[in-house]
């Protein structure tokens, strides 16, 4: 028998779960939310996307307080209080964390620090970290436990040297050197910022580039300025083996020009991640799985089992906290018998680098991939006034147009600021503006936006600061 | 090197239809011609003929899945397609033996392909494999009114479908007096097991197809019996003695024949209404449409120029229409320019009904079962055989003393097969 039972539970509190909870507060329902961490807010905002970027403020101002010297400004070099950083970051945690539970309170969510195991389609038992274990019905739920970093077992040495993002992120010490496993957006950015604060990092990458995914155009000047930034970046080579030794983590490496054998103070494995469908009795409600262990949902984030639905990381990919965050609105509208589906062109992806690397919907080689006739536009941040006054001109800004209509399909963006500098992009593609609509919006000068707009109006004739000569 | 065929025609206005089934498989060889699969578009299933010969080597579409016209749907090799054709069954082995490096090659030309095809997130096409150019609060508004946005033309740049075009589409298909959006429903599971069972294409059109009559048209229904005693016992005669294979002389052929001459009595039956211009639109042909119940769901195939047909002629392609509806072959020219519709449940039961109109259409006939009933005829008691007619109308066009009028010429016409002659 249950000792309780709620309209709606929401197992995970990340930027699907809390979202959810809240939205389904707003619409009359009676609500609970689990999650098992001691502060509400998922990988996200303990382990990801926020902590990163805290400390990547950080590195940006030690990398440009270097940089300041060349236009007239020398700082002398940066102290580092580790102890103290490590306290500015888990401050921004703690505040936000403390924002979602009065959030919660406010909106009459009832939030519960525990583990949720699933024994039928409508029961849940909670175990709280004090040993309690209680058991919830519930009407309806949303499963949005997320993902974790994928650790293939050669690399679990269980020693506490080899880390995944998690560990990179605690930032335990400054190690002298680090080795980074997988030149994703994850690897890159915490290589920045142990580069940042002094470690010589060396990245291994499996495939060709850097960013396996993303437009070539734009991974260029990252990758020029990381080269200068990191110790080594290693491409087409394979991490064969680790071993843990009194001097370090000796990796054995299969790549041309590689040293076959190198030692590093502290590995990060950053190969991707893999969503969270074990270990909470998902089987138990009969809710079927794809083989990557994704919950099958259709449009409406609906599982096959009706009454329940799944968001986030665990629906699918791409793994990307607004994509969950949006997917949180879809189900709850849904399950309240709205026609509310998951119908987006666009979904902004960010790597928050230096510089930034940002896009939205389709890109030049996946239009190539599906044979869909595209035009290419690009704007070079040379041309821009803004980037000028950075001293940050490697940026470029991509369109693909529809060739027929100049709509704008997708727009690439590298350069400062990119991640900021999506949002216009992505509600042009998402509401299907055409170069002209964007070429004649007016944009605020001097900002790296105009580049948006001049980059349209080489759509369908000539940007004020480009000019390329007519072919005869 | 294999080669794309495209569905390139789907039929006139057809934006988009679903792989009903598909009747070749990788391996086949095809002809010219060759019907590869059916598609079903909101009017009709309709077989996809290939316009080339060769061997089938990969398939882009899925059992179900959308295309839209232009869409690549297989890919062939026209270099095999000779070899079966010129060889026959037996021999075909050894040829086979010698045509099989070219195979390979074409083999891994198709497996890059599908390599490709399967990183692709939507299927791989050579034409406008786009999003619809709307924003998602035009997508949401399309949704919630039940519109398919495909269908809706964009008056933005580039084609862009606004707020507005989504609102203008909802009021043209609802009369302008604003259509009704069918709250919520409840969680029929809290109450017992239920299942959901999708809707065909089909079905789709012919739901949203009477919504639209039902809420443009002001319906009313005449309902009369017809005496048929005589025709009815002269038709059996007539099909007792009927040669063998000839066509089968339904009431519901001579109720086509009876309607016609009606229609020419009263024009109005045999009209459309525009609204906007304030006019009737008067057709000078007879086009007569019968409802079809198939498995499938209801068509509604059209005999054309039925005025200018015999009984039996009338008989003949009535047979060959319902067939092909069953058969789900009906071609889109099978269901359009209808003037009149005739839908009958006389082979099930019933005294009466209200059939909804099919717009445009400004009228319509249903025909219940016959049954035997006591009348006074001459002041005796006599057992006559009585056939329900019910005649549903758009009351703007026709006013009910027509209606009445029309009805019992039909009655008279059905009870005295002589009328129907000279009429």
């Given at each position: 028998m249950a000792d309780s039972q709620t309209e709606l539970l929401v197992l995970g509190g990340g930027p699907g779960g809390y979202p959810a909870a809240f939205e389904a507060a707003d619409h009359g329902m009676k609500v609970l939310l689990v999650d098992e961490g001691a502060r509400p807010g998922g990988v996200c905002l303990n382990r990801g996307c926020i902590p990163s970027k805290a400390l990547l403020h950080i590195a940006k101002l030690i990398n440009e307080s270097h940089e300041a010297s060349e236009w007239g400004l020398t700082f002398s070099s940066p102290k580092i209080d580790l102890a103290k950083l490590r306290d500015f970051k888990n401050g921004v945690i703690t505040k936000l964390s403390g924002g979602i539970t009065e959030l919660s309170k406010v909106r009459g969510v009832k939030l519960v620090a525990a583990r949720g195991t699933f024994l039928d389609a409508n029961t849940v038992e909670l175990k709280h970290a004090d040993g309690k274990i209680e058991r919830v019905s519930f009407e309806k739920a949303i499963i949005a436990t997320g993902s974790s970093p994928a650790v293939p077992p050669m690399f679990q040495l269980g020693d506490p040297r080899v880390m995944d993002s998690t560990g990179a992120l605690e930032l335990a010490d400054i190690p002298g050197s680090l080795l980074v496993v997988g030149g994703g957006y994850i690897g890159l950015e915490m290589g920045t910022v142990y580069a940042a604060l002094g470690s010589k990092v060396t990245v291994v990458e499996l495939t060709s580039g850097l960013l396996p995914g993303a437009d070539r155009d734009l991974v260029r000047p990252l990758q020029k300025r990381l080269e200068k930034q990191f110790a080594a970046l290693h491409l087409n080579t394979k991490v064969e083996a680790l071993k843990a030794t009194k001097a370090g983590i000796e990796a054995t490496l299969a790549g041309e020009g590689v040293a076959p054998k190198m030692t590093f103070d502290r590995v990060l494995i950053s190969i991707g991640r893999r969503p969270n469908s074990k270990g909470f009795g998902l089987e138990a409600t009969g809710v079927a799985v794809d083989e990557k262990g994704f919950i099958k949902v259709d449009r409406q984030l609906r599982s096959s089992v009706p009454h329940i639905f799944a968001i986030g990381d665990i629906a699918g990919e791409p793994m990307l906290a607004h994509k969950a965050t949006r997917e949180a609105k879809i189900a709850v509208e849904a399950m309240n018998g709205g026609k509310a589906e998951f119908d987006n062109i666009a979904i902004p992806a960010v790597v928050f680098t230096d510089p930034e690397i940002a896009w939205c919907g389709l890109m030049e080689h996946e239009a190539a991939a599906r044979n869909i006739e595209v035009k290419v536009v690009k704007f070079p941040w040379a041309a821009s006034g803004r980037a000028t006054t950075l001293s940050r001109n490697e940026g470029l800004t991509?369109?693909?147009?529809?060739p027929k209509t100049e709509r704008v399909l997708g727009v690439g963006l590298v350069g400062v600021n990119a991640g900021e500098m999506i949002a216009e992009a992505?509600?042009?593609?998402?509401?299907?503006?055409?170069?002209?609509?964007?070429?004649?919006?007016?944009h605020a000068h001097p900002t790296l936006s105009e580049t948006l707009m001049e980059a349209a109006e080489s759509v369908f004739g000539q940007a004020t600061h480009s000019y390329r000569p007519k072919r005869s | 090197m294999s080669i794309e065929f495209k569905a390139d025609n789907l039929g006139d206005g057809v934006k988009s239809g679903d792989v009903a089934a598909i009747m070749v498989a990788v391996g086949d060889v095809i002809q010219a011609g060759h019907i590869i699969m059916e598609i079903e578009t909101d009017k009709a299933v309709l077989p996809l003929p290939c316009d080339k010969a060769g061997k089938v080597t990969q398939l882009l579409v899925k059992k179900g899945q959308t295309?839209?016209?232009?869409?690549?749907?297989?890919?062939?090799?026209?270099?095999?397609?000779g070899v079966p054709s010129m060889n026959g069954g037996a021999k075909s082995s050894a040829t086979a033996a010698v045509a099989s490096p070219p195979a390979k090659t074409t083999n891994t030309v198709v497996a890059t392909s599908a390599a490709a095809l399967a990183k692709a997130p939507l299927p791989a096409s050579s034409g406008r494999d786009l999003p619809l150019p709307a924003g998602p609060a035009t997508r949401r508004l399309a949704r919630e009114l039940g519109l398919n946005l495909a269908s809706i033309s964009g008056s933005g740049s580039g084609g862009r479908i606004t707020l507005e075009d989504v609102a203008r589409a909802a009021a043209g298909s609802g009369g302008g007096s604003g259509r009704v959006v069918e709250p919520p429903l409840p969680d029929f599971s809290k109450y017992g097991e239920v299942e959901r069972v999708a809707f065909s294409k089909l079905q789709k059109t012919s739901a949203n197809n009477l919504s639209l009559a039902w809420q443009v048209i002001p319906h009313v229904t005449q309902h009369d019996l017809s005496d048929i005693t005589e025709?009815?016992?002269?038709?059996?005669?007539?099909?007792?003695?009927?040669?063998k294979g000839s066509p089968k002389v339904t009431m519901t052929v001579l109720a086509m024949k009876a309607v016609v001459?009606?229609?020419?009595?009263?024009?109005?039956?045999?009209s459309s209404f525009d609204s906007a211009k304030g006019e009737i639109v008067q057709k000078k042909y007879f086009n007569i449409g019968i409802a079809v119940d198939?498995?499938?769901?209801?068509?509604?195939?059209?005999?054309?120029?039925?005025?200018?047909?015999?009984i039996l002629e009338l008989a003949a392609e009535l047979t060959e229409l319902a067939t092909k509806a069953r058969d789900r072959k009906l071609q889109l020219a099978d269901m359009q320019g209808g003037t009149f519709t005739i839908t009958t449940l006389g082979g099930i039961g019933g005294t009466s009904?209200?059939?909804?109109?099919?717009?445009?259409?400004?009228?319509?006939?249903?025909?219940?079962?016959?049954q035997k009933q006591l009348?006074?005829?001459?002041?005796?008691v006599t057992e006559r055989l009585m056939l329900p007619l019910s005649l549903s109308y758009d009351h703007r066009v026709v006013n009910g003393a027509d209606a009445a009028r029309f009805t019992v010429k039909l009655c008279n016409m059905l009870s005295s097969a002589f009328s129907m002659l000279i009429g």
């Open positions: 991509k369109l693909i147009i529809d992505t509600l042009a593609v998402e509401t299907a503006a055409v170069a002209r609509d964007l070429a004649e919006t007016i | 295309i839209t016209p232009g869409q690549a749907v297989l890919m062939l090799d026209p270099v095999a397609a025709t009815e016992a002269l038709r059996k005669r007539f099909v007792e003695n009927a040669a001459a009606c229609l020419k009595e009263f024009p109005n039956f045999n198939t498995p499938n769901g209801l068509v509604v195939p059209v005999v054309k120029h039925v005025d200018q047909k015999s009904f209200t059939p909804i109109v099919n717009y445009p259409e400004v009228a319509i006939l249903g025909m219940s079962r016959s009348q006074l005829v001459d002041g005796n």
